[in-house]
């Protein structure tokens, strides 16, 4: 059984950082691209980040130049290192692969950028 459990979320300041973590267990975690996803209230789930097996990384508009994914295969671990955070970041973030499969959403973490 698949599981991706996701950790790291918090209330935060504008232009503070957060570090999201998300251990993947149930795959073969080296050969799965991976991403992380967000929803916000009344918005569609939206992919905001993505990591190939290859190690090659890809950023939505909105969040290139202060979101850094990356992945530790040993560890079947994706992150996700948010800096100059917005309150248009607001929202719930979940991993999954890419493409993404219904079967792996977990409950995600919230993250809530507010002064």
């Known amino acids: 059984q698949v599981q991706l459990v996701e950790s790291g979320g918090g209330l935060v300041q504008p232009g503070g950082s957060l570090r999201l973590s998300c251990v993947a267990s149930?795959?073969?975690?080296?050969?799965?691209?991976m991403g992380w996803y967000r929803q916000a209230p009344g918005k569609e789930r939206e992919l905001v980040a993505q990591?190939?097996?290859?190690?090659?990384?890809d950023y939505a508009e909105s969040v290139k130049g202060r979101f850094t994914i990356s992945r530790d295969n040993a560890k079947t671990t994706v992150y996700l290192q948010m800096n100059s955070l917005k309150p248009e970041d607001t929202a719930i973030y979940y991993c999954?692969?890419?493409?993404?499969?219904?079967?792996?959403w977990g409950q995600g973490t919230q993250v809530t950028v507010s002064s």
């Open positions: 149930g795959i073969i975690f080296s050969i799965n691209h």
């Open positions: 999954n692969t890419i493409p993404y499969k219904n079967d792996y």
């Open positions: 990591i190939l097996s290859t190690g090659f990384t």
